[in-house]
C-alpha cells in the first residue's frame, strides 16, 4: 500500500463554526476586533481547539464568500476600525452610521454605503502622514512586495472595476481587459489613488488577521479556513491569468462549474465559475495553486477544500445553461496536483469536504492524499445503519458536523422531518428528541471522528431562523449574526458543560 501524502489528523479535538460576518460589532458586520478575540476566549474556556470561518475574500454581488473578487486577498469588511480611530485615521463621529446598522443581521446595502468611504478617509489621512506604518502592522512597503504575485494586480482590478461603474471586467473597454495593456493606458490620477487606496486595505487586513492568529495560538486555538475550489468569474484571478481558464478569445466561459440533482437542490447548483485549464496548470507545475495555498495558510492554521471531489472530475456545464442538469464529469489531474502541493507545503493541514456524489475514484484520492473527510449527522437518519453519516461507520480521519454553513441549524432541520426520521433519530441517539441541537452535538463528540465541529447556532439551539446560507437561494444569505448578549450568556452557562463533554470523551 502507497503511504498517504499527508498524515496529520492523528488525535482528538473539537471546535466551533462561526464566520467571521456573523460576530457582533459596532460596524454592522463581524470584523477582526474585540468580538473575534473573545471568541477564542469562549473556545479555549470550553476545551476546544478550532474555530472555523468560511472563506476570507472580499465579496461581491451576492455577498458570498465562496464568490470572491480575489482568492489571496481579504475582505476588507472585517478590518477592524477601532485602531484606526485610535491612530487618528478616523474620528468618533465620522463611524456613527455604522453604529446604527443592525445588529443581528447584515444589511449589505448599508454596509457597502457607509462602510467604504470610511476606509477611503483613512487611506487618505495616512498618505497625507507620510509614514510607512501603522500601528503595529509593520512597513506597508515590505508588505506590497511580499505580496507582489497578485495584490498590484487584485488593486488595480478593483480600482478599475470602480472606474467602469462596477461592471465585470468583460464589459470594460477592450484595451483594459488585460493587466499588461492595462498598465499601458493613460490612468487618471484617481485610478491610480485607489489602487494604492486598495493595498493599503490588504495591508490592515493582513495586519489585524495576523494578530489574532498570534493570540489564538497562546490560547492552544487554531484558525481553520475555507478555500474554495474555483474562482469567480469577475475576479482579479481570471482577470490577470486568463489562460489558466477554459474561456473563449473573448474571456467569456466556455463552461461553467456547478453540480448535479443532489440533496441541496433538484436542478443541481449551477455557480456559473469558469473551469480550469487543467493542461496549462499541468505545464506551469501547479504554480498557481502552489502560490494559492501558500497564501492562504498565511489566513489559517488549517485549510478545509471545499468541493475536493472536483479535483477527481468536475461537473462541466456549458455556459449557456440555465441550471446544472445538463453537464457532464469530466476529469481533473487530482493526484499529480497534490503531490504538488505536498512537494511545496509538506507540513499543511488540509482537510478534503467530501460531501454531494462521491465514487470509488474520490474516495481514492482522498485516501492517497491522505486528507481527512466530512461526516455530517443531518445526512444521516431516515435510511438504514449502512449510511456512512452514521457515527458508528465513521473512521478516525473524519471531521464530524452536527451540520454546516450550508445547512439549516440543527433544531429547524429536525422540526422540518418526517416522523419516520425524527423516530430514527430519536431511537439512534437514545433521546427524546426535546434538546435535539446538543443531542447530535453529543453524538458528535462521542464520534471516533477524531475533528468534532459544531455550528454556533446548534450550541445556542437556534431555530431556521439562524440559517446562514442555503444552497441555490439567490436572497437572504450571509446575513445571520450572533448578538454579544447571545456569546456572552453561551460563555457563562455552557463553557464548563461542554468542555466537561469533551472531557469525558477524550477531547481535551
Not at 55 to 78: E, K, V
Not at 200 to 206: A, D, E, S
Request: charged share 20%; with cysteine; proline share 5%.
Amino acid at each position: 500500500m502507497t503511504e498517504s501524502l499527508y498524515n496529520w489528523l492523528n488525535h482528538r479535538s473539537s471546535g466551533v463554526l462561526l464566520h467571521l460576518s456573523s460576530l457582533p460589532s459596532k460596524t454592522g458586520i463581524g470584523n477582526l476586533g474585540s468580538s473575534a478575540y473573545r471568541t477564542i476566549d469562549f473556545i479555549h474556556a470550553a476545551g476546544m481547539r478550532i474555530w472555523q470561518i468560511c472563506p476570507l475574500g472580499p465579496t461581491g454581488y451576492g455577498d458570498s464568500p465562496y464568490q470572491c473578487f480575489s482568492a489571496f486577498a481579504g475582505n476588507p469588511y472585517f478590518i477592524d476600525l477601532e485602531p484606526l480611530i485610535e491612530g487618528g485615521l478616523l474620528r468618533e463621529d465620522e463611524c456613527q452610521m455604522l453604529r446604527g446598522l443592525p445588529v443581528e443581521y447584515v444589511d449589505y446595502g448599508l454596509l457597502y454605503n457607509h462602510f467604504w468611504p470610511l476606509l477611503r478617509k483613512a487611506y487618505d489621512r495616512f498618505k497625507a502622514s507620510g509614514l510607512d506604518h501603522f500601528c503595529s502592522y509593520g512597513s506597508l512597503d515590505s508588505f506590497r512586495k511580499a505580496q507582489s504575485i497578485w495584490i498590484e494586480d487584485f488593486a488595480l482590478f478593483l480600482s478599475l472595476k470602480s472606474h467602469f461603474g462596477g461592471n465585470s471586467w468583460l464589459e470594460w473597454p477592450a484595451r483594459f481587459r488585460d493587466p499588461t495593456q492595462a498598465r499601458k493606458q493613460d490612468l487618471t490620477d484617481e485610478v491610480l489613488l485607489a489602487t494604492d487606496a486598495h493595498v493599503f486595505y490588504q495591508y490592515l487586513f493582513y495586519g489585524q488577521l495576523a494578530k489574532l492568529r498570534k493570540y489564538a495560538t497562546t490560547k492552544g486555538v487554531e484558525i481553520l479556513g475555507d478555500v474554495p475550489i474555483f474562482v469567480a468569474l469577475d475576479s482579479s484571478d481570471v482577470w490577470a491569468n486568463s489562460e489558466l481558464f477554459q474561456l473563449t478569445k473573448s474571456g467569456k466561459p466556455i463552461a461553467v462549474a456547478g453540480v448535479p440533482p443532489d440533496y441541496f437542490s433538484t436542478d443541481g447548483q449551477l455557480w456559473g465559475n469558469p473551469l480550469y485549464n487543467w493542461k496549462i496548470h499541468q505545464d506551469t507545475g501547479f504554480a498557481w495553486w502552489i502560490d494559492r495555498i501558500k497564501a492562504n495558510l498565511e489566513f489559517y492554521d488549517i485549510v478545509r477544500l471545499d468541493h475536493f471531489r472536483g479535483f477527481e472530475s468536475y461537473w462541466s456545464v456549458p455556459a449557456n445553461e440555465s441550471t446544472a442538469r445538463n453537464g457532464k464529469w469530466l476529469p481533473c489531474p487530482g493526484h499529480e496536483l497534490f503531490k504538488a502541493i505536498h512537494a511545496a507545503c509538506p507540513k499543511a493541514k488540509l482537510i478534503a469536504e467530501d460531501l454531494g456524489v462521491i465514487t470509488d475514484a474520490v474516495n481514492n484520492l482522498r485516501r492517497d492524499t491522505g486528507l481527512p473527510g466530512m461526516a455530517v449527522l443531518q445526512f444521516a437518519f431516515g435510511g438504514d445503519a449502512e449510511n456512512t453519516y452514521l457515527p458508528h461507520n465513521y473512521s478516525r480521519n473524519t471531521i464530524a458536523y452536527s451540520g454546516t454553513h450550508d445547512n439549516d441549524t440543527s433544531l429547524g432541520w429536525y422540526a422540518k422531518q418526517d416522523e419516520e426520521t425524527q423516530d430514527h433519530v430519536r431511537r439512534y441517539l437514545n433521546v427524546s428528541g426535546d434538546e435535539i441541537s446538543w443531542d447530535l452535538i453529543r453524538a458528535c463528540i462521542q464520534s471516533t471522528a477524531h475533528m468534532a465541529i459544531f455550528p454556533l447556532q446548534d450550541l445556542l439551539s437556534l431555530d431556521s431562523e439562524a440559517r446562514l446560507n442555503t444552497p441555490g437561494a439567490s436572497m437572504g444569505n450571509w446575513q445571520w449574526r450572533v448578538t454579544s448578549k447571545q456569546l456572552e450568556k453561551l460563555h457563562v452557562s455552557s463553557a464548563k458543560y461542554l468542555k466537561d463533554q469533551l472531557d469525558l470523551y477524550g477531547r481535551i
